[in-house]
């Protein structure tokens, strides 16, 4: 079983930055390969980036290649999301998984947080 608590949600202006993170339970964080999702009001949930047990590969979205960045602490149970040039589009509620096979683009992962609401004015 594992646990995921995002942080870092908030308001911000288009063209401004942050940084989600997510803690996850238990010791076997690095067994997992992580991702990020994200769910606008009336649009279903959407896959935004995932990141390998190791750190060394990473899947994004088109939408958010170039400005946003995953990336993983082993050490520390712990998967960030650094979103920069954030768009009045990338308002959202922001998910982190857990997924105990391999990397994938579909919302198929075996454990979710409680989301981080992400809102972006113009």
């Known amino acids: 079983q594992v646990q995921l608590v995002e942080s870092g949600g908030g308001l911000v202006q288009a063209g401004g930055s942050l940084r989600l993170s997510c803690a996850a339970s238990g010791r076997t964080f690095s067994s997992y390969v992580m991702g990020w999702f994200r769910q606008a009001p009336g649009k279903d949930r959407e896959f935004v980036l995932c990141i390998s047990r190791s750190g060394s590969s990473t899947y994004y979205a088109d939408s958010v290649k170039g400005r946003f960045t995953i990336s993983r602490d082993n050490a520390k149970n712990t998967v960030y999301l650094q979103m920069n040039s954030l768009k009045p589009e990338d308002t959202a509620v922001y998910y982190c998984?857990?997924?105990?096979?391999?990397?994938?683009?579909?919302?198929?992962?075996?454990?979710w947080g409680q989301g981080t609401q992400v809102t972006v004015s113009s």
């Open positions: 998984a857990a997924r105990g096979g391999g990397m994938s683009r579909i919302n198929d992962y075996d454990y």
